[in-house]
């Protein structure tokens, strides 16, 4: 398959997908969130890829959704494309991790597609905002409830009423990334947690992240009880088994993903 508004690679177990529109500064426009869709299809459903790292330039990972491609958008066309809600949630939905690395600007849907990952590292000189108030709207791609999750509602209501960004240190400092690193290390350090994660089993990394997740969207006695049931089914699986012997036997696992 051809793209044309991002770039994959593969290198060693990961799929890294690039945005690539540097003109708009990665502005996620509809052509791009399509691409974006199909290969994360493709990765998921890649046997040797075990993780996925999203990343963009330099100057941004993305600055938003395409403000000129909303300019003539009204609520009947919004609402009958599903924009936003649609394609936007193969991120969130991914089984396979996915890690942003986020250089720059992540701003508005930019900032939404990080927060869709399951980890992010950034740099001093990332900027991350959710300024869509300043365009009379509000975040539409989850970013007010995710925020809310990920940092608590006092500053996730701070950020949306505010539309100001916060720089990659602030981003770190309140928890909003998960590492913060050096530009000039970015990639490197993304590779490594990527590999890492990459080597684990395959179903097993599946059932650990769904686990977690039930946590954004469930009481807490339903996501113990689920935690537990899950918990439960993995020692019939292959890898359990596998895992342990290998443990047992100072060996290193050879899985099978099942
Ligand atoms: N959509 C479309 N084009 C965009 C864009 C966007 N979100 N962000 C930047 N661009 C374009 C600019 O129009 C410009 O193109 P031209 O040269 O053809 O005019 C090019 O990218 C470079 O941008 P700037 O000249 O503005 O670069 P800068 O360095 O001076 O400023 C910036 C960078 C602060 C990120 C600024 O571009 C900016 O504020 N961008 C918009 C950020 C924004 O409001 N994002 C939210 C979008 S709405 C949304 O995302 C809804 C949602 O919840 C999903």
Known sequence: MTYENIEIEI???????TLNRPEALNALCADLISELGNALD????NDDIGCIVLTGSEKAFAAGADIK?????????????????????????????IIAAVAGFALGGGSEIALSCDLR????????????????????????????????????????LSGEMIGGE?????????????????????????????????????IAKAAVRTALEQPFSAGIQSERDLFCELFDTADMAIGVKAFLNRETAEWTGA
């Open 11 to 17: 290198q060693d177990y990961v799929g890294i997908i």
């Open 42 to 45: 493709d990765l998921e459903s």
């Open 69 to 97: 491609e909303m300019e003539k958008k009204t609520f009947i066309s919004a609402y009958m494309e599903d924009f936003i809600t649609g394609d936007w949630e193969k991120v969130s939905n991914c089984r396979k991790p």
């Open 121 to 160: 590292l950034a740099t001093p000189r990332s900027k991350f905002g959710t300024p869509e108030i300043n365009l009379g709207l509000i975040p539409g791609g989850g970013g007010t409830q995710r925020l809310c999750r990920l940092l608590g509602y006092g500053r996730a209501m701070e950020m949306v």
């Open 170 to 206: 602030e981003a770190n400092r309140i928890g909003l990334i998960n590492h913060l690193v050096d530009e000039d290390s970015l990639r490197e350090k993304t590779m490594e947690i990527a590999q890492n994660l990459a080597t684990k089993s395959p179903h097993t990394i599946r």
